[in-house]
């Protein structure tokens, strides 16, 4: 099979003319079982595949994440306004969920080594106002609606470079998995001409 | 965030996944036969699906750099 099965069929896919086509020489072409083909293409996908599958675990882990910082702003936003006073020395109930809320967050932040310290830093602050050393109180051992306040906004503050960062990954991922769609396309489109040329072939016989 | 973005792109991951099997499936059919490719498809699909330098978030995405 010197100049491979009817080759004209490449042409559209290639850009290249009849005329190149009949200069072409076998150095052009590789013979390939279709076995080894298939092998090829899917071990090139597979290439892709390790990557893909990172990316979806990194949205799904800042997805988790965002999710958990929103419950958290949530709650320290409900206690922010003048209205709310902040929160009470002996609500002892909201300040440990908040703590539990950034404990959360900081779990979900996971290998982010970044991101945890910042949330930890938070956090002690949130802790060294909500549950002062004998002695140290201020506000009686509450938190004003000014530091819840400005708690909140710590936190949104860290929530908004986590998107931010997401959403650059999230075209990163895009761009993979076109680059991805583009390879299954470039093996279809290959497949597909060989099987034309072998029906071509088959009609000839006996002609 | 994203939710709808990423559940999208898994869609289409198993469409994708779906239209390999097909490939597979079609290439079987061809038998115990050498086919002729083109060095030019195997090198494009090299390329096509050679890891890319990723883009971090300090590396600016688009603009020129003096």
Redesign the interface.
């Known amino acids: 099979?010197d100049?491979?099965?009817a080759?004209q069929t490449?042409t559209a896919?290639?850009g290249v003319s009849l005329s190149t086509i009949a200069n072409f020489t076998p150095?052009?072409?590789?013979?390939?079982?279709?076995?080894a083909?298939?092998e090829?293409?899917?071990t090139?996908?597979e290439?892709?595949d390790a990557?893909?599958k990172s990316g979806?675990l990194k949205?799904?882990r800042?997805?988790r994440l965002?999710g958990a910082l929103s419950d958290l702003v949530a709650s320290l936003n409900s206690k922010a306004d003048k209205a709310s006073g902040g929160v009470a020395a002996v609500d002892n109930n909201l300040k440990q969920t908040i703590v539990a809320q950034f404990d959360a967050a900081i779990r979900a932040a996971g290998g982010d080594q970044g991101l945890v310290k910042r949330l930890q830093d938070e956090k002690a602050r949130f802790e060294a106002t909500a549950f002062p050393p004998e002695g140290q109180e201020h506000n009686d051992a509450g938190v004003a609606d000014w530091e819840m306040a400005d708690f909140a906004e710590a936190v949104q503050n860290i929530q908004s470079d986590v998107?931010?960062?997401?959403?650059?990954e999230?075209i990163?991922?895009?761009s993979i998995?076109s680059?991805?769609?583009?390879?299954?396309q470039?093996?279809?489109n290959?497949?597909q001409s060989?099987?034309q040329s072998?029906m071509g072939i088959a009609q000839n016989i006996g002609k | 965030m994203n939710d709808e973005k990423l559940s999208e792109l898994a869609t289409q991951f198993e469409q994708q996944n779906e239209d390999i099997a097909q490939l597979e499936a079609v290439l079987r059919t061809f038998g115990d036969v050498d086919i002729s490719v083109p060095r030019a498809f195997l090198e494009e699909l090299d390329e096509l699906t050679a890891p890319r330098a990723a883009t971090t978030p300090a590396m600016p995405v688009f603009g020129i750099r003096v």
Do not use: D, W
Not at chain 1, 27 to 35: K, R, Y
Not at chain 1, 163 to 168: A, D, T, V
């Open positions: 099979m100049k491979g099965i080759l490449h896919k290639y150095s052009e072409f590789a013979l390939l079982t279709p076995e083909l298939l090829f293409c899917k090139k996908l290439g892709l990557q893909v979806f949205q799904q800042r997805n965002s998107n931010r960062e997401g959403e650059l999230m990163q991922l895009q998995m680059q991805r769609q583009q390879a299954l470039m093996c279809t290959m497949v060989l099987g072998a």
